[in-house]
């Protein structure tokens, strides 16, 4: 999505039916909120079952998320961009997806992860460094540490909060 096309509206059914053939739904939709560079791709390609649905995925998908490097937009415009996220997860939730993914304005999440800082950085510098495939780099630690403060406050509202995607989806996941 380019930021300066107008948004509008339409019937998301093509695109949820596409997803439901891909990803399992649920009873209950779920969202799990966690910075750049936390394993959250990782998670989501390693399932055995495809539950969770990586944001960095779904949304482009609704045209929601900007394309390119999200870490030289203005904060404005990202935050207008979680906005729109912030919508489709909603919708999808709605619909019983689990949603696993880093871009949030006003949606409550059902849990969210922060990595003990020292592994999270670690993580983006292994990313970088191998197989990458978007997100934060070394460089862009500063906007990651301002990205986990945001994060933070969810916690501070009663979210639970999981220091890895696995504790977090272990968590929120039914029994058997």
């Not at 966690?34 to 609704?62: F, M, R, T």
Request: hydrophobic fraction near 35%; include cysteine.
């Amino acid at each position: 999505m380019n930021i300066e096309t107008p948004v509008v509206f339409s019937d998301g059914t093509t695109v949820f039916k596409e997803l439901a053939s891909k990803y399992l739904t649920h009873s209950e939709g779920l969202f799990i909120l966690a910075p750049s560079g936390s394993g959250k791709s990782h998670y989501v390609n390693a399932q055995k079952e495809k539950n969770w649905i990586d944001g960095d995925y779904l949304w482009p998908l609704c045209g929601a998320d900007v394309t390119g490097d999200e870490w030289g937009y203005d904060f404005s415009v990202v935050m207008e961009t979680n906005n729109r996220c912030d919508v489709i997860t909603e919708q999808a939730k709605k619909l019983g997806f689990w949603v696993i993914g880093s871009s949030n304005h006003w949606l409550r999440p059902d849990a969210i992860v922060l990595p003990h800082w020292s592994t999270h950085k670690k993580y983006i510098k292994m990313r970088e460094h191998t197989v990458y495939d978007g997100g934060a780099k070394e460089e862009d630690v500063q906007a990651v540490l301002q990205h986990r403060k945001w994060i933070r406050t969810w916690k501070n509202k009663g979210v639970p909060s999981f220091d890895s995607i696995e504790k977090a989806t272990s968590f929120l996941e039914p029994a058997g």
